[in-house]
């Protein structure tokens, strides 16, 4: 990946929706290799997606919670349960098994805290797998990005 692909992902991080020939003038190529370069790009899965982000608060997602999740024990079973009941919750937009003091760092998104509450009652909490569930409520986001620095 050279200098002129960095331009490119840049481009295309800040805007997906521009089309080949607006890139190309900004990164100072021609159409065909700028076209070129991105399908290399997509073929070797750097680029993985295109997709709309979404204003949360517009949708009603206001409440952001982290919780921090500790396992009954560290087996792989117990680890790979967890892994894959955490992938069918839509409340859960990101899992991250971590080290330190506990074992997943979770991000979830809802509406407001009855609608949290619920999730970590009715769906979270049944787990067999988890010993302890620590939440931490976001009371203001001051940054929020998915722009990578190249």
Do not use: W
Request: glycine residues 2%; contains cysteine; proline residues 1%.
């Amino acid at each position: 990946m050279d200098n002129i692909d960095k331009k490119i992902l840049k481009q295309l991080q800040s805007n997906s929706k521009q089309n080949i020939k607006e890139i190309a003038s900004k990164v100072g190529l021609s159409v065909t290799p700028t076209y070129e370069r991105v399908k290399k790009l997509e073929q070797a899965e750097i680029i993985k997606s295109y997709v709309a982000l979404l204003d949360r608060d517009k949708i009603g997602k206001k409440f952001v919670a982290f919780c921090q999740i500790t396992l009954l024990r560290h087996h792989k079973e117990l680890i790979d349960d967890f892994k894959t009941h955490t992938i069918k919750f839509p409340e859960i937009m990101e899992c991250h098994h971590i080290s330190g003091n506990f074992d997943f760092l979770l991000k979830i998104v809802v509406n407001d805290i009855t609608q949290y509450q619920k999730f970590i009652n009715e769906k979270l909490s049944l787990l067999d797998c988890i010993s302890t569930i620590n939440s931490s409520f976001v009371m203001e986001s001051v940054k929020d990005t998915t722009v990578f620095e190249l």
